[in-house]
C-alpha cells in the first residue's frame, strides 16, 4: 500500500458483504492532497462509493466531490473550482503487468478503470486522490485573465499567431 495522505483500505472480505462507503477529508489530509496536487488550496474533499465484491476484485463505484482552489495559468490569480467527478472502478487480481514487461498494450475505454487488486486490499482513499487528479483543469484561466494580460502589454494568440502579420497587410494599400 501507498503512504496515501487520505488512505482508506478496503479487503475482499468487506467487499463480499458490500457496503457505501462515505469519506470526507480532514484538515491535515486536504493540505497534504493540495500539496501533492499543487492546488491553492482544497477545501472540501468528500468520496460516496458504493463498494462490493466481483469475480476477481473489488468494484467501487460512486463520486468524488471537491471544492478546489488552482491557479491561473496564464496570471496565477486563484481560480476556484466545484468538482463532482463519478468513478466506476474495478481493482482486480492479475491487473498488474508482469514483473519487467515493458510492452505496449491496447486498452478499450472499458479497460481504462481497470486497477490491479494489491493482495487482498484496494486504497479506496488513494484512487479517490487520483479521480481528483484527472478531473482538475489542467490549464485553469481566471475570468480576467485576457483584460489582464491586454492591460499588461501581452499579446493575445490571434494578434501574435502566424497570420497576424497576413491579417496587418490585407488592409494596406498596394505599394
Known amino acids: 500500500m501507498t503512504g496515501s495522505e ?12 458490500g457496503r457505501p462507503v462515505r469519506l470526507e477529508a480532514d484538515e491535515a489530509a486536504r493540505a497534504a492532497i493540495a500539496k501533492r496536487l499543487g492546488l491553492v ?8 462509493a458504493d463498494v462490493r465484491a466481483v469475480a476477481g476484485g473489488i468494484a467501487a ?4 466531490e471537491a471544492k478546489v482552489v488552482q491557479s491561473c495559468a496564464a496570471t496565477d490569480l486563484p481560480v ?3 468538482l463532482r467527478e463519478p468513478f466506476d472502478l474495478r481493482f482486480l ?14 486498452i478499450s475505454d472499458a479497460d481504462c478503470d481497470i486497477l490491479p487488486l ?14 481528483l487528479s484527472l478531473a482538475l483543469d489542467p490549464f485553469p484561466r481566471h475570468p480576467d485573465a485576457d483584460r489582464i494580460l491586454a492591460e499588461k502589454g501581452v499579446l ?3 494578434q501574435a499567431g502566424p497570420f ?7 488592409g494596406k494599400p498596394d505599394a
Open 6 to 17: 487520505f488512505s482508506h483500505v478496503i479487503t475482499l472480505t468487506e467487499a463480499a458483504q
Open 156 to 158: 493575445s494568440e490571434e
Open 61 to 64: 463505484t460512486g463520486t468524488v
Open 118 to 131: 494489491e493482495g487482498d486490499r484496494v486504497d479506496l482513499g488513494e484512487a479517490a486522490v487520483q479521480t
Open 164 to 170: 497576424a502579420a497576413l491579417a496587418k497587410l490585407r
Open 80 to 82: 476556484p473550482a466545484k
Open 41 to 48: 488550496a482544497l477545501d472540501r474533499f468528500v468520496v460516496a
Open 93 to 106: 487480481r492479475g491487473a498488474e503487468p508482469a514483473a519487467g514487461e515493458e510492452e505496449e498494450v491496447e
